[in-house]
C-alpha cells in the first residue's frame, strides 16, 4: 500500500519541533529511524498531515557518562549501542540484549529512544531498561520530565508521554560492583521476534543474593517484572533449589495470553527454562547444565 499524503519538515532545535508540533495541533508525528512511523504510513495505521524530522538533533543524540549514570541520546541507534564502548562497560545488558535486536540493516538505522516510545512487547530493550532501574528524560511543551522505566510502559504500544512530548534520553544509573547481569531469549531464527525473552541482574553479597531484578519481553502487553520470582532468591545463595523456586515462582509473575504462534502454557514453561538458563550462567559455576533445565 501507498502512505497518504503528508508534509515533511527537519526540525533544527526542540523548541522548534515543538513549535511545529502545536501549529499542526497534534496532526503531525515525529521522524527519527523511521523503522515503526515508515511501515504504519504505508499500512495506512497513521495518517499525519507532516512528519517533523528530529534524527539530527545534537540533544537528542550522543552516549555520556555522568555522576548518575549512563545518559543515552534518544537517536542513538542500535548499532551504536551494541558497538559503544562506554555502554559495554556500564551497561553491557544493553549490548547484549543488541545482539539480538533485528538484523545489522535495521540495527544502522533504526533508534534506542524511538524503540522504547514505540513500546512494541516482543522488543528487548524495554524488558533491559525496566531491569536496570533506568529514568527516561522527557520534553514536551509543559515542560521537562522525568519517567522510571517502571512507570513508563503501560500497555500494549502505549506509553506515559502524552502527544506532543519527545522523548530526549535515557539515564543508566550506575550499577554497583557487585552486579551480575545477563540478557538472553528463546528465538526461532536470529533476528526473529523472541518467543520469550529476559533480563536479569543479580546483586550478591556473603554468597547471598541481596537483590533481584528480573523482566521478562513477549509474555505480555508490556515488559514484565518477575516481582515472585525476584523474592524467591532474595536473601539465599543462588543454588539449585534457588533457581527452582524462582521458576516455580513464575506462574504467579506471568500470564501470556494464546496466540495463533503459541499456546500461552508454552510460552511460560519456556520463560521457565530460560530463566533456568540465565541463572545458571550466573551461578558460580557449581552447578552442572542438567541441573538448570
Known sequence: MKPPPFGYRR????????????EFEGEAIWLAGGHSVVPSLALR???????IDISRLPELSGIVLTEAGLRIGATTTHAEILSDPLVREHA??????????????????????????????ASEFPAVVRCLGAVLDIVGPDGEREVDADDFFLDLYTTAMEPGEILRSILIPR???????????????????????????????????????????????????????????????????????????????????????????????????????????????????????
Not at 545489522?104 to 512494541?120: C, E, S, V, Y
Open 11 to 22: 526540525a533544527e532545535s526542540i523548541p522548534q519541533a515543538l513549535e511545529w508540533y502545536a
Open 45 to 51: 495505521l497513521q495518517a499525519p498531515s507532516v512528519l
Open 92 to 121: 553491557p545488558l544493553l549490548s547484549e540484549a543488541a545482539h539480538h535486536v533485528a538484523h545489522p540493516a535495521i540495527r544502522n538505522r533504526a533508534t534506542f529512544g524511538g524503540n522504547l516510545a514505540l513500546a512494541d512487547p
Open 175 to 293: 550499577q554497583p560492583p557487585s552486579a551480575r547481569m545477563r540478557f538472553s531469549e528463546l528465538a526461532r531464527r536470529h533476528g526473529d521476534f523472541a518467543m520469550v525473552g529476559a533480563a536479569v541482574r543479580l546483586m550478591q553479597e556473603g554468597g547471598r543474593t541481596i537483590d533481584a531484578r528480573i523482566c521478562f519481553h513477549a509474555v505480555g502487553t508490556v515488559p514484565v517484572r518477575a516481582h515472585s520470582a525476584e523474592n524467591a532468591l532474595t536473601g539465599h545463595p543462588l543454588d539449585l533449589d534457588r533457581i527452582c523456586s524462582a521458576r516455580d515462582a513464575l506462574s504467579n509473575d506471568l500470564e501470556p495470553a494464546d496466540d495463533p504462534s503459541m499456546p500461552g502454557k508454552m510460552r511460560l514453561h519456556l520463560a521457565g527454562v530460560l530463566l533456568g538458563r540465565v541463572l545458571h550462567s550466573l551461578s558460580d559455576g557449581s552447578l552442572n547444565r542438567e541441573d538448570a533445565r
